[in-house]
C-alpha cells in the first residue's frame, strides 16, 4: 500500500513533477544550461582577449607607424591634408608647428628610429663639435624656437631657428606667403614676423632649465649655469649629442641700415639675450623682405657689424662661446661682391658663412622638368622671396665660389716686419686688432693647444688638417673628406666653414653640395612639401650615393 506523500506526489500535473528540483530531469537540465553558460562566458572572454589585444597590438604598431619619420604617412597624407584645410601657405604651416608641439608634449611626436647615425658614416667635424650627420633645417621652419626639440628628433644634425629681431614686430601685411604646388616651390614675403629677442631667450632658458630637471641637475639658475657650460655632456645650445642649434639674429625694420651704429645695437641686444642659448650665432643680411637689408653686405658696413658680433659674443657669459656665421644672399654672386663679403668675413674673424637665402629672382615661365599651371602664373608675380628645387644649381655654384675665394684666404696681408726697425712689443694687441688680423687668430688658438706652434705658415706651405680647422675659442676636429671633394688649399687662418641651402631636395644633390665645400646642406622648402620624413630619406639616399661612389 502506497504512503499518503507518494498518492500527493502521484496526483500533481505531470510538469510540476518535472520542475522539481529533486526530480533527476530537472537536475539535468540544470546542469546543462549551467554548463552552456559557462561555454558562452569563456567565449566572450576569448572575444574579448582576442579582440583587445588585437587592439592593443594594432594601436602599438600605429604609434610605432605615425611617429617614425620614414613613415609615408607624413609626406602623402598629413601634408596634403594640411594643405586642403589650410588654403593660406602660413596657416597651415603654424598649423603644422602647433600640432609638433603638442604631439611632443605627449611623447607622440615623429622621430628617427633605430639611430641611423650611429654607424658614423655621415659624421663631420665642425667648431669642435662632431655633427651626427651634415643635414639641417634652415630658418623660417621655427621662427620663436618653438619647436627646436621635435625638429632635432626627425634627425637633423643642424636646427636653425629664427630670424629674431631685437624688439617684436609683426612683420609685413597678409596675405604673404605663397605656394607653387606644380614646382615643390614657395614665395614669401614675411617680413621678420618676430616675437623678439627676450620672449625667444626666455623660452630657449625654459627648454635649458627643463633639460637640467630631467637629467637631475636640478631646475636652478645653477643648474641652467651647468648646462651651458658643458658639464651636461651635451651642446649647450641643441642638448642633444652629435646635433647643433644654430639661432639667427637681424635688425628690426625701423632701424635704418645707413645708421650703422644703431644696426650694431640691434644685433648685439640680439646677441647679449640669446647666444648663451646656441650653438651657432647667424647673422642675416641677406632677406628680400627688409628694405635695406642686404645693402649690410656691403664690405665696410658689413666688416663693422661682424666685428661687433664677435666682440659681444666674446662677453657672453658661458665657458664655451657659440661659433658665428653670416646668412648671405644668393643674388650678390658676382666676383666683386663675394670677394668683398669674404675680405669682411675673415677681418672680422667670424667662423663660416651660410650660403643662400630666397631669391628676388624669378625661373624661367616654364622651369625646364616642370608644367606651371595658369592658375600658379600669377603667383610668380608676388613680391618676396623665392624658394624651391630651381634654386639649387644656383647655390651649388655659390658654394664653389666661395670656397675658392675662403680658401684663398684674405687679400690684404698684414706686411712682413721690418726687423731693423721693429720696436719690442710691450703689451698684448686689443681684441679687435686681434680680430682683423688672420695671423694673430691663429696665433691665439694655436697657443690653447700644448705642443703647437704659433708660426703663421706661408700661403705656400699646407697646413695640417689639425690647425686648419682651428676657431678662435680653440681647436676643433678635421673635416672627415669625400672621395669627390678637392682637398682644402692652404690658408693664412683658420679655414671658414660654408653651410648651403637653396634648393636642396634630396641626397644626390646633398652629396654635390658637400662635394664642393659646403660642410652642411639645409633644407627648407623641401620639408615644407616633404613632411617630417624629408631629413630621414635625404640621408638614407645620401647613403645610397655614397655606396654608389665606391
Given amino acids: 500500500m502506497k504512503s499518503a506523500p507518494m498518492r500527493a506526489l502521484r496526483a500533481q500535473p505531470s510538469h510540476w513533477r518535472l520542475r522539481s528540483p529533486c526530480h533527476p530531469f530537472a537536475r539535468s537540465a540544470s546542469t546543462a544550461s549551467a554548463t552552456a553558460s559557462n561555454a558562452r562566458s569563456v567565449a566572450t572572454r576569448t572575444k574579448n582577449f582576442v579582440y583587445g589585444g588585437a587592439l592593443a597590438l594594432g594601436l602599438s604598431f600605429g604609434y610605432l607607424y605615425i611617429t617614425d619619420t620614414r613613415a609615408s604617412f607624413h609626406e602623402w597624407l598629413a601634408v596634403p591634408v594640411l594643405r586642403r584645410l589650410y588654403p593660406d601657405g602660413e596657416d597651415a604651416h603654424h598649423a603644422g608647428n602647433r600640432i609638433l608641439k603638442v604631439l611632443h608634449s605627449f611623447g607622440l611626436h615623429p622621430r628617427e628610429r633605430s639611430n641611423p647615425d650611429a654607424a658614423g658614416d655621415l659624421e663631420v667635424s665642425i667648431f669642435g663639435h662632431t655633427l651626427s650627420n651634415p643635414i639641417g633645417t634652415s630658418a623660417g621652419i621655427d621662427k620663436g624656437a618653438e619647436i627646436p626639440t621635435p625638429l632635432l628628433a626627425i634627425g637633423a644634425g643642424v636646427v636653425e631657428v629664427g630670424g629674431v629681431t631685437p624688439l617684436a614686430q609683426s612683420g ?57 657650460n658643458g658639464e651636461a ?19 628690426n625694420k625701423e632701424t635704418s641700415e645707413h645708421d650703422i651704429e644703431a644696426v650694431q645695437r640691434d644685433y648685439s641686444f640680439c646677441v647679449q639675450h640669446l647666444a648663451k642659448y646656441a650653438d651657432i650665432i647667424v647673422v642675416n643680411v641677406s632677406s628680400p623682405n627688409t628694405p635695406g637689408l642686404r645693402s649690410l653686405q656691403n664690405v665696410e658696413p658689413l666688416t663693422h657689424l661682424l666685428i661687433s658680433v664677435v666682440k659681444a659674443v666674446k662677453q657672453v657669459d658661458r665657458k664655451t662661446k657659440p661659433a658665428i656665421m653670416v646668412k648671405v644672399s644668393p643674388d650678390e654672386d658676382s666676383e666683386e661682391q663675394i670677394s668683398g663679403i669674404c675680405e669682411a668675413v675673415w677681418d672680422s674673424g667670424v667662423d663660416g658663412v651660410i650660403v643662400g637665402n630666397t631669391t628676388k629672382k624669378r625661373p624661367d615661365p616654364l622651369p625646364k622638368g616642370y608644367l606651371l599651371p595658369q592658375s600658379e602664373a600669377g603667383i610668380l608675380l608676388e613680391q618676396g622671396g623665392y624658394s624651391g628645387p630651381q634654386m639649387f644649381e644656383r647655390t651649388l655654384a655659390l658654394v664653389k665660389k666661395y670656397r675658392k675665394n675662403l680658401d684663398t684666404g684674405p687679400k690684404r696681408l698684414p706686411p712682413a716686419p721690418d726687423s731693423t726697425k721693429q720696436k719690442p712689443v710691450t703689451s698684448k694687441p686689443s681684441r679687435d686688432e686681434q680680430a682683423k688680423s688672420p695671423s694673430s687668430l691663429l696665433n691665439s688658438a694655436a697657443s690653447s693647444i700644448p705642443g703647437a706652434s704659433t708660426e703663421v705658415p706661408s700661403e705656400s706651405s699646407p697646413l695640417s688638417s689639425n690647425v686648419d680647422d682651428l676657431s678662435e675659442s680653440g681647436p676643433t676636429l678635421s673635416f672627415r673628406s669625400t672621395p669627390n671633394a678637392a682637398p682644402a688649399p692652404a690658408t693664412p687662418g683658420p679655414r671658414k666653414v660654408l653651410f648651403a641651402t637653396g634648393g636642396i631636395t634630396d641626397g644626390r644633390q646633398a652629396r654635390e653640395i658637400l662635394d664642393a665645400g659646403a660642410s652642411v646642406a639645409m633644407v627648407y622648402t623641401a620639408l615644407i612639401y616633404g613632411g617630417v620624413g624629408t631629413i630621414s630619406r635625404i640621408k638614407a639616399e645620401l647613403r645610397e650615393e655614397a655606396r654608389k661612389s665606391t
Fill in 233 to 251: 655632456g651635451v651642446p649647450p645650445g641643441s642638448l642633444t649629442p652629435g646635433r647643433l642649434l644654430a639661432v639667427q639674429i637681424t635688425k
Fill in 172 to 228: 609685413n601685411p597678409k596675405p604673404r606667403v605663397f605656394r607653387l604646388p606644380s614646382q615643390n616651390a614657395l614665395i614669401n614675403r614675411y617680413g621678420f614676423n618676430s616675437e623678439g629677442a627676450e620672449t625667444v631667450a626666455m623660452r630657449l632658458r625654459q627648454r635649458v632649465r627643463e633639460f637640467a630637471y630631467h637629467a637631475g641637475i636640478g631646475i636652478d639658475e645653477e643648474a641652467e649655469r651647468t648646462v651651458l
